[in-house]
């Protein structure tokens, strides 16, 4: 069964492990943790499989203002559409006529091809934006 919550701090640790596997540059514990402490502005959200985290969502939701932090599917989850379920739960989040944006490497094509389908678009780059040197593209979407 595949369902989408609430991260809470019980699931810290899965989403420390999680992040270490998927990033060359990763979040630590005490960052994600962070995003916890700030619930009144923050969308936390996690996609489960079997009472599995196979996926989270960090969001910064200002009211009309939002913004996606991080966004990760665990390895063996990937391209199995647990993206898609926590960018649609994200949305239901999200008030009409919300402006999101977000960041994303430019070489990171499949992150890019799941914000493109649900109707971002590129307005801009940052250059040099990660600590590697990468650049990143600026992505955004009207609600
Ligand atoms: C980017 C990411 C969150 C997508 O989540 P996912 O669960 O793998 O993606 P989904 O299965 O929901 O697929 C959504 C779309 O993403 C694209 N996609 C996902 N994985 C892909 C891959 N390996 N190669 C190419 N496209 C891919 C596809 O377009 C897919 O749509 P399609 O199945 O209709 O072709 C996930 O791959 C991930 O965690 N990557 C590493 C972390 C990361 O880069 N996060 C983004 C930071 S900005």
């Given at each position: 069964m595949i369902e989408v919550h609430e991260i809470t701090i019980k699931d810290l640790d899965a989403l420390a492990a999680i992040e270490a596997r998927v990033f060359r540059h990763p979040w630590t514990r005490?960052?994600?943790?962070?995003?916890?402490?700030?619930?009144s502005v923050s969308v936390n959200l996690a996609v489960k499989e079997d009472g599995e985290i196979a996926g989270y969502l960090f969001a910064?939701?200002?009211?009309k203002e939002a913004q996606i932090l991080n966004i990760a599917v665990d390895v063996p989850y990937q391209h199995k559409?647990?993206?898609?379920?926590?960018?649609?739960?994200?949305?239901?989040t999200i008030e009409k006529d919300s402006?999101?944006?977000?960041?994303?490497?430019?070489?990171?094509?499949?992150?890019?091809k799941l914000y493109s389908d649900y109707g971002f678009e590129t307005v801009g780059e940052r250059e040099q934006y990660y600590p590697d040197g990468e650049d990143a593209l600026v992505m955004t979407k009207d609600m």
């Open positions: 005490n960052q994600i943790a962070e995003c916890l402490y700030h619930e910064l939701d200002t009211g559409g647990f993206g898609q379920e926590l960018m649609k739960a994200f949305f239901k402006h999101i944006s977000l960041e994303v490497r430019k070489s990171n094509l499949p992150a890019i």
